[in-house]
């Protein structure tokens, strides 16, 4: 479990957001928690607007408006005991060394102790299955700590990558969350992975997220899913041959420990609500 009393939550559009599973956990948590915006960055500096352009806006009264795509923080007081900063936006354009300084700066001026990072990849995993989350941490102790994978991918990385391994410079604790999601139906929103992200949170800190309506549009994103495979053969035959493939440890035991916690978890949130 984090131990930390300010948290930091943040997840990106783009691309760690497959299926806008982790940028849709994270807009849940800002409307749930009804946190207040405290910052916001100039997208001037950041974003390219041929890539994420301004979307016009015409209020009740017909009057029209421009809004810029940029990336907010958010502050939810008191959940629990502990004080959570909501960050959300989109993965910058350009700049990203900057960009990660003045988020940290803001963050660190803050006080947060602890940072969670909220990431989601394509996978080949049936939809028929829990969302398959990894934890994992750059600090060797505290990924076996708390059970998390180490750090060890080499490659090309997102603004996750590159933010981590800024606050991996400052002291802060950072983990990130991944959520693997099927790649066959990658298109937004994945209201599934979103919860599974969630749910794993939850676990990590030790508090209650109430998921409002995420299982009803996750069970109607399901039934979605199995009506397209059902009219297609080649994916009911590829989506059989996941399955088989899903190793029965990769499944949740019903173990007396298990459901344990899944009770409550269930307490916790009937209590949030």
Known sequence: MLTGSKIAILAFE???????????AVEHLIESWNASLIYEFDPELYYDF???????????????SIHWRSTQIYRADDQHGKEIYLIKGIEPSMRWKSFASELISNLVNEGIDTVVALGALLSDTPHTRPVPITGVAIDIELADRLGLERATYEGPTGIIGV???????TGVTSISLWAAIPHYVSQPPCPK?????????????DIAVPLADLPERSAIWMEQVAELAANDEEITEYISKLEENREVSDLPMASGEAI???????LRRRDAN
């Open 163 to 169: 933010i981590q391994d800024a606050f991996s410079k």
């Open 193 to 205: 992975g979103s919860m599974a992200l969630l749910d794993k949170l939850e676990e990590l800190l």
């Open 50 to 64: 041929q890539v994420n352009r301004p979307i016009v806006r015409l209020d009740g009264v017909g009057i029209r």
């Open 260 to 266: 344990a916690q899944e009770f409550e978890r269930y």
């Open 14 to 24: 783009g691309w760690n957001d497959a299926g806008e599973s982790a940028s849709g």
